[in-house]
């Protein structure tokens, strides 16, 4: 049975989810989106069921005469973008999910690439499939092998490849079980870059979940020992990233942001969630005007609405709205290296020094049961990214960010 939770549709498969389930949902998409002659696109991860379930839920969109255009394993900007640039109704991904591995996610977006989450989604798969009697055309599906270089062509194309090129960056950058380790190596050939390209895709049965440690503590190590520029690191789908330095140690979501924020105008507008830290919203918020989302519906109903130029949780899942209204972290990630290209020495100086007023000492670290322990305290909420956990309580958003030094969570209020 199809169940919502985070605002998404999960389960475990064959147990909690049926391809009998994931048909229906192809069905009903079929019925929403407009039925013969409308175009989806859809995309998966390396995790089997990922590949089993796209399957189903691709028949279940052609009983409806849906042409579906297919990319195989792709990662979730993909998605976004390719709605946008072919016109298409809707698409879909399923992957492992981050948060519990055992699990899938399935992601349902609608033109012009913005994803469905919440409310709307619980409309969809509330409503009875409606068969009309007569005779139905049955849709088609084409492989579209070539989306890998349209989309790293059109990411190329959006940031500034030259003063990158000119900046001579050493790389390191973990691929997470999805389809990066097929899209890295060409974008870092088209970019000139000092890359090492690590994938954990044998890893698959054997993760347990956000926060990605094994990765942290590789690309870490990698980057100390290579003293490479930076290291980042991806989830499978690609939607949010986590990039490390020797300086900093791993960025928080909010620290991302300001570096982002440094390619546009004082006064441009950003989109942040609830699980920004209220200090870092503070900031940029004399620079920047700050509007805030506090559930992820909002989120993307404020994106449509609001037109910032930048939106990004605090999960590390950034949108670039000039470019798509899906997450993409592979965009941000070239942002990044724009942003940094054309940087000076400040804004570094400024991340470590806010860094170090909001880190609380004389507490050590903490390890994940203590941590956990937190979240299940009255009153207190908790979200799991790939750099850590945070923990709201009182209305303040507390991170614990992993330290792989001293392998163990920082608090930063």
Known sequence: MLRIERERLIGKPVDEVTLEDVTGLGALLGDYFGGERTLFVSGRDFYPASRMFKRALTAGLMSNGVEVLDFHESING?????????????????????????????????APGVEIVGGELEKIISKERTIQAGERKVGWVNYAEYIHKLYVS????????????DEKLSIVAGSSRGALDIILPEL???????????STRKMIEERSGYPLIDEMLKTAKIVDALNAHLGVIFNNDASSLTVYTKRTGFLLPEELGIILLSRYRPGSKILVDKWWNSKYVEEIGSNYHVVRANGEEEFFMKLRREQPVLAINGKGEVVIPLFSLGYDGLL????????????NKDLWDKIVETRSKLAVEGFGCFDLESIVGMCAEKGASCVKFAGGIRVERNNVVYTYLYDPSRNCYREIA
């Open 188 to 198: 870092f050939t088209s970019i000139k870059t000092d890359s090492i390209v690590f």
């Open 78 to 110: 993909e998605i976004a973008f390719s709605i946008k640039r072919f016109g298409a109704r809707g698409g879909f991904s399923i992957v492992q999910d981050p948060y519990d591995p055992v699990r899938i996610m399935i992601r349902i977006f609608k």
């Open 332 to 343: 941000g990630f070239m942002a990044l290296l724009e942003a940094i290209s054309l940087s």
């Open 154 to 165: 059109a990411l190329t194309s959006f940031v500034k490849t030259d003063v990158i090129i």
